[in-house]
């Protein structure tokens, strides 16, 4: 029987070592790995335009299992028919990403149609393969006017484009999302359609701002398949001034805790400590009548 | 029934299992104390040189003593619990495996925390835990906790000792005159009559409910200690319930490996029968059930969670620490499970094979619960050397853990010489309510 115990034994330890050890080679070979590569470009507040690329590889078992590509050259380039004009060569970072920002100056060629179009391409080494990503977009201006006219406050957008000849053409059923600045994420208060290449709305006057009461109002067109990612703002003083809460009063440092703290633990150490109390009296009412009992003449 | 004829009669039949000594067992004596020099040497060395020459760092600031501690006091609590309750539902079982569980509960209880005094770097502050207490933190009420169940359980072994030293006090005239002196003083004047003995029976057994009590707050703050701070790995809802469960785990494979070895050396098979293995044995199936799926319930919400730092210290575990964890949680779980569920298994021996690994598997489990999760913190270890980040272990350590299970045998050895393993006045308790109730405790009696 002791023979047969340690074969179940052997058998347990051999299926839970094969079993994990399969799993924990399949993490280290880049075979079973799938190439994330995504390209994005935003034009930002000051209309510089911000290039993004990320380069992760996911495991296709476990596609929990991320491991961003680190140090690899990302050329970006400007595409015009057919000949590529190289904007500039970033290196991905410790987390994947590769971004390059170039100034509201830069000189971007479109095609006929009046799309500019970039390209983001990884050339190939001796581990991995060559990969590009491709965008069209056309270059949106967003002016964003804030006024208050007899106590109202007032947002006014205006979108467009330029054609060659630097004519402003309004933008036409495009939607927008306003917001305004947090501390961790932008908070939206509007979601709407432009017109005409114009929008106005009345700013809402219950939006926390900072001490001053400034607060950045932000407009953004996101993901749009003509043009891209936009975003435009401005600091103006609408915000409410809210005090922060009072300051917790306990702390893990607080000198004093809480009173239940003391109740409890006070109940629980007098209840324990009297019922050792008891006990012990007890033991020596017992001594007493032993040493009675001792004394007593026996028969 | 005479009642003199019969406690002599016990003495006469436990007594030589007192003055017992054979040339093995004084070489093992030897042997234990050797092993407490050694540890004793290492502490020295720990005192004078610091630190330094244990394996602790700054990152990894707790190591085998921590594991050392909790799992001794996981033994005391878990024998506080089944003392307790073995006394408080008089079970037919108390008089085989009461006094084995009451003496693991005191002795580990004395053992365990000075490995927590290892841990501490300046053991001159040692005064400040009192001084500067502070109520909200769970360190203070681990240290208070510890202090009331350690005077309980010391209180709770004293009374069920107290008719015992009264029977050896009043049967001991061979005996040589320290001892009956010390029978003397021990035994408090008790003489059996029914009002002490009504008074004993009385406070043993609200004290038999006080030490489950207190084992179980003791525990749970232990648990607290880990839980209450927001590591990876430590920080969960269920640690204190888990705890106990493994500490029954625990406590139980340690109750099954004493049975055994004192039922071997002493030949008390015929107080320490089958049926108790067996009864043991279940409950420790019970207990590995339970204990299989609290860990499974612990390691699944940590996978299923998609936390970065839970991710870190499960790669950790099934990377670095492959082997422990199959050990741990596989092998430490599942063989005790199929031993002690296969009905043809359940001898005596596979009975105490599984306890062995569970035991050993527990303890492992405890070095998986502290190591790798300090070894993997919630903002990453940067810009510093391996050995500061990575723990393992000096031979100061080592030294010190096995001074530590050398001197809990060598006590509980000690305490066998002092009184019978087999509480007699159990046995004239229970032949005393067989006269009384005839038909109602032959059927109790049936089982030990």
């Known amino acids: 029987m002791v023979n047969k115990l340690y074969q179940y034994f052997v058998i347990i330890l051999l299926v839970g070592f094969m079993s994990n050890n399969t799993s924990f080679a399949q993490k280290n070979d880049l075979k079973n790995y799938k190439m994330l590569y995504k390209f994005n470009t935003v034009k930002q507040h000051d209309n510089s335009r911000l290039f993004e690329v990320s380069f992760v590889a996911s495991n296709k078992k476990d596609r929990k299992v991320k491991l961003p590509v680190y140090g690899a050259d990302i050329n970006f380039i400007n595409v015009v028919n057919e000949e590529e004009i190289l904007l500039g060569t970033v290196k991905t970072d410790k987390e994947g990403f590769a971004r390059l920002t170039l100034p509201e100056n830069q000189t971007y060629y479109t095609d006929v149609e009046g799309y500019i179009n970039f390209l983001a391409r990884f050339e190939s080494t001796d581990a991995l393969k060559s990969i590009e990503k491709e965008l069209a977009i056309k270059d949106v201006f967003l002016e964003l006017d804030l006024k208050e006219i007899d106590s109202i406050k007032k947002v006014t957008l205006n979108a467009y484009t330029l054609d060659s000849l630097k004519t402003k053409i309004p933008l036409e059923e495009t939607g927008v999302i306003f917001s305004v600045g947090g501390f961790i994420s932008n908070l939206p208060i509007k979601e709407a359609t432009i017109k005409d290449g114009e929008y106005e709305f009345e700013f809402p006057d219950d939006i926390p701002g900072d001490a001053e009461g400034n607060i950045d109002v932000f407009v953004s067109i996101e993901d749009h398949e003509d043009y891209g990612n936009v975003v435009q703002n401005k600091n103006v003083p609408w915000g409410i001034f809210k005090e922060q809460g009072k300051k917790p009063t306990l702390t893990l440092w607080s000198h004093y805790a809480p009173i239940w703290m003391y109740v409890v633990l006070t109940i629980l150490l007098v209840g324990v400590w009297s019922n050792y109390i008891y006990s012990i009296i007890n033991l020596f009412k017992i001594k007493k009548e032993g040493k009675n009992l001792e004394l007593e003449p026996k028969d | ?448």
Request: proline share 4%; with cysteine; aromatic share 16%.
């Open chain 2, 1 to 448: 029934m005479d009642l003199d004829i019969r406690k002599r009669e016990l003495v006469k039949e436990f007594y030589p299992i007192l003055e017992k000594t054979t040339k093995w067992s004084k070489i093992w004596i030897g042997f234990l104390i050797t092993i407490i020099l050694i540890g004793l040497v290492a502490f020295v060395l720990q005192i004078v040189k610091g630190h330094e020459i244990t394996g602790m760092r700054d990152n990894v600031v707790w190591g085998i003593y921590i594991i050392n501690f909790i799992f001794f006091v996981c033994l005391s609590y878990s024998g506080a619990f089944i003392a307790g309750i073995l006394h408080f539902f008089k079970s037919p079982w108390k008089n085989s495996v009461s006094r084995i569980v009451e003496i693991i509960t005191v002795l580990s209880l004395m053992v365990g925390p000075i490995f927590i005094l290892l841990c501490i770097g300046r053991l001159d502050r040692l005064h400040y835990l009192f001084i500067y207490s502070r109520i909200q933190s769970p360190i203070a009420w681990d240290v208070l906790a510890i202090l009331t169940d350690l005077i309980g359980c010391v209180l709770y072994l004293f009374l069920t000792f107290i008719p015992d030293f009264a029977i050896l006090r009043d049967n001991s005239e061979n005996a040589p005159k320290w001892r009956r002196k010390l029978y003397k003083f021990l035994a408090i004047g008790y003489q059996d009559t029914p009002s002490q003995r009504d008074r004993l029976y009385k406070i043993t057994k609200t004290m038999s409910v006080m030490i489950v009590a207190m084992a179980i707050i003791t525990y749970t703050v232990l648990a607290w200690i880990f839980s209450l701070t927001l590591q990876p790995g430590w920080n969960s809802t269920i640690f204190a319930p888990y705890f106990i469960v493994a500490g029954i785990y625990s406590g139980f494979g340690v109750i099954i490996i004493s049975m055994f070895l004192i039922r071997k050396y002493y030949k008390l098979e015929h107080y320490i029968r089958k049926v108790h293995f067996i009864g043991a044995g279940i409950i420790l199936l019970v207990m590995s059930l339970l204990y299989g799926y609290f860990t499974f319930s612990e390691y699944f919400a940590r996978w299923f969670s998609h936390n970065r730092a839970n991710h870190f210290l499960l790669d950790t575990l099934f990377g670095r620490y492959f082997w422990e964890f199959i050990l741990a949680n596989y092998v430490g779980v599942l063989v005790p499970i199929v031993i002690l569920f296969v009905k043809k298994f359940r001898t005596i021996k596979s009975i105490t094979f599984a306890a062995v690994i569970a035991v050993l598997g527990l303890w492992l489990n405890r070095y998986l619960i502290v190591v790798p999760t300090l070894e993997t913190p919630y903002i990453p270890i940067q810009d510093t050397r391996p050995e500061f980040i990575q723990y393992s272990s000096t031979w100061i350590e080592w030294a010190l853990t096995f001074a530590g299970i050398a001197a809990f045998v060598l006590f509980f050895i000690l305490i066998m010489k002092l009184v019978p393993i087999i509480p007699m006045s159990g046995i004239i308790d229970n032949e005393r309510e067989k006269i009384r109730k005839p038909k109602e405790v032959t059927q109790n009696n049936m089982l030990w």
